[in-house]
């Protein structure tokens, strides 16, 4: 652990992020919930109905209802990421390791852990990854 390390090691209050990440958690699954149950049929549901030839449903409509499909597709996918991310969080509280940089061993910034509950980098390692 470097010096920078050593002077913001604090005490992180793991129960204030364990609630974080269980609030957040829920809102996401909510989330997930929702997208599934506004659109339970897949995109390929939606374009069979070419297959079918003319009909009520327009080009158009059809190619909206895609569109639509898989934006709610992606915002699901990343949702899912996030619960994965979020699980991976609690799991670090439970072993003791929550709050610590996997890249540099360094304690990450309760301000960057309250923005983002479920980071695994400080910021140092996070802006470095960017580049």
Known sequence: MNDKGRQMS???DTEHFRARLQEERSKVLAAIAYLQKENPGATEDITGDLAQGPGDN???DLATDTIDREIDDTLEENSANVLREIDA???RIDEGTYGTCVA???PIEPERLEHLPWATLCAEHARGRRG
Do not use: F, N, P, R
């Open 10 to 12: 604090t005490q992180i």
């Open 104 to 106: 540099g061993g360094e």
């Open 58 to 60: 327009h080009l158009a």
């Open 89 to 91: 969080a609690l799991k």
